[in-house]
């Protein structure tokens, strides 16, 4: 919609601030750089930007710090980490401190733009959300929050824990609401082993945009909903029941379930 | 010479011999010799009774002539030295030795003590008192004297001659000495045979106790003592080639054995060393090679977006996408192998593992006419392990094991079982602090991969930290190289300066100052304080006794692996898959283990298949 949107990207390498550059002008969007946190920091306080993509490990400091200091200023920039394999849990935890997505380098155009692209609607809609907060409006017209006792991973995906040991495995509303129509879903095969924070399936929507979805566990893939195989639209419409993905039998969940954000949370 | 065992046994055994001969022979001499005297006595005594019964009808009729002539014929004979015959006044009457005829023989002497030495004549003595053994000059022969008296008979007193009184009982007294040279030289002879036997039973006895010394102990001794010299210099594949079933034979298996363990856990550290810094190589190298693949994956996928209408363009650009994303690909399998993360563990069942991961390829393992067969302890006790990592190992291991069979097909074999194993060179410590509970753990600094132990050193007033290893009897501490050691050196904790050193104690190796560390819940944990000692002690772990481990043995009958390739096949990017394989497998499954802190090993004859033997810690790590 509104393509104009500020990007800040922020990395210790020019090569790659270049590249997002080139890739975000493909889009036009315009682009402010730092090339570490102590300028990041400044060029945050002095300037809004919708969009913040941020390298995880840099010389003077890390991407949380970018974090923490939103968060302390308490401006709702959505933040992109992008980061090396090495460090996926580190993005993991960062979903839980409050980025919206992270991308694993090396990256390609279309892995960036989708993201950016999920992370202005996903601003837009924040700001809508706020917008008709301060009317007094209720907000669950923009997108529904996933049920108590779910647990998400950052607002994209989400975990029931079954009685059985195992884990279903699902997208939320707000997910849905920053990618278009899904026309096509990528699946893994059943006893596919994943890991938490990796990608397990894609959307592919009009546009031709393809949209990466995150494991919140680790474990191993049981079951998959034949359902929405069939009939994608599903998971439009009822994201959280019926339009279930996966059923995993996770490896790790005491360890990870940390890093997941209680869906109960939500409604207070 | 004389520290050798085979001239000290052969010392002891002559010693022992020369004695037991030197008695028997003494005993031998004295009988074979007392025989003889008494055999020559018994000749004597019955030369005298002959001579006297011969010559008793020629003094009946005083035919002092024919006497004479039989004594002299008597003491011509070789041995006989001297017949006399004496008469009741100690006159000697007739002798064979005509020079001592009239002369008078003094009583007192000693040929004639026997009888006279209560100063009057006895009538019956015995053989042995009228026998006497005795020299005319110290250097002459031995000579035997013995007496026979001439009793007064009837036809005596009756005779007419110079008639005897009838009242006396003894007239005279025969005494005939025979020469003993004959005796004393068969005796000289036995005795020199007797020391001659000894010498030659002592020296054949020496001889064949140096041969089996020699044999028995010294050459395998010695070939022990220069395989224990070949072990100390580092050779530690040395091993003894022949040995008995023997005391020592069983000693050098043992000590093959125990090189060959030795080895082993050398091969293990070396391994642990190699890969803990292959690890970081590997991460910090993909880590850096992150950032231009980001470059030139961005910059190819924008072309491509860029150059949709020019198809010439989008073909190779095309492959440049995808070669790079292939890069990615192994970037990432790379940094797999080099994750130092720590594992996300909770109790689990070991079997369980084991029995998920067959599930999950046992298909592939059916299509591969692969069988597995099962020997697993039943009711082991759980592993705190990370069951999501544990249960890629298997995977791994089954697959890699179902690829060695190939087309034939064959059969898997896991075992497993719990066994005990000693604590030293295992255990970590995990906190230690102070004595006034201050953490003494520096995550910073780690040695393989493990946070240390920080010690502040203060030495002419210069301050400096030193690090010690965390793993109990691994040594593999960090000192400050700038910092000299000395007397006035002190030990203190980083945060409140309170002194480390351990009052009234010094290093029983080296008497350099013992530092104490507090370990929570686990005792002290006492080091030498110099960087040469090696010296440590953990009374707590030692009193524990053997650490508990879960070994799962995982057996192929695949075509095994060739012992260059043994060595080499837990080091990333070492495959025989050739195209199939990226080498990173089994040093994932390496550094999963690690992480673990357990251990894996492989065992492989080429042709009957590879044994691959996992040992995870039992109790769990407080």
Redesign the interface.
Known sequence: MNNSSNILVIDD?Q??IN??I??CS?ENYSVDAALNVKTAIEKISKNYYPIIICDIMMPDGDGFQILDELHRTNRNSAVIMMT???TV?NAVSSLYKGSVDFIP??????E?LSSVSRATNYQQIKDKQKQLLKNKYNCEILYVTCPAKYLRLGYSSWIFQEREGSVIFGVCDLFIKTIESIQEIEYLDA?T?IAQGICCASFKCGNDRIHKVLSPV???IVEMNEKIKSNPSIIEKDPYFEGWIYRIIP??I???IKNLIPCSSDRL | MFKKIGFRLIFAVALTSLIIIGVFAYFNVKSQSDSLISEVERHANQLGETVVSSTRFDMMLNQRDRIQQTINSIGTQPQIRDVRLINKFGEIIYSSDSTNINKMVDKRAESCYACHSEDKPLEQISITERTRIFRVHPDSNRVIGIITPIYNGKSCWQAECHAHPKDQKVLGVLDVSISLAEVDKAVAIREWEIVIFALVAIIALGLLIAFFVRRWISNPVNDLLDATKQVSAGNLSYAIKEHGNDEIGKLGESFNNMTKKLSDARMQLFQSDKMASLGRLA?GV??EI??????????S??L???TKDNPEFQEDLKVI?RE??RS?EI??SL?DF??Q?VP???NADINEIID?AIA?IDNQLSINKVKIVKHTESNLPDLFV???QM??VFINLFVNASDAMEKNGGTITIKSQRISVSPYGSTQIKKATCSKRHSLMDNEFKIDGLPSLKVKIISDSKESLIHLDPVYGKHRNSFNLDFKNNRGTKFVCPECSISLVQQDKVCPKCSAPVLVFEIEGQGTYEVCSSENSDWEKWDFVDSAGLKEYIEVRISDTGYGINRDDLSKIFEPFFSTKGQKGNGLGLAVIWGIIDNHNGSINVESEVGKGTTFIIRLPLAQQR
């Open positions: 390498e090569v790659i590249a997002v080139k890739i493909l090396g394999y090495s849990e380098k090396p990256f390609t155009v279309d960036l006893d082993e680790s474990g191993r490896a790790n005491d360890y990870e | 991460a993909a880590h992150n950032n231009p693949l980001t470059g030139v994956l961005t910059y996928s924008f491509l977006k860029r996408v790079t994303l990615r970037v990432k940094l080099a994750r993360s996300k563990k909770n998920k999950v990370d069951a999501n249960q890629q």
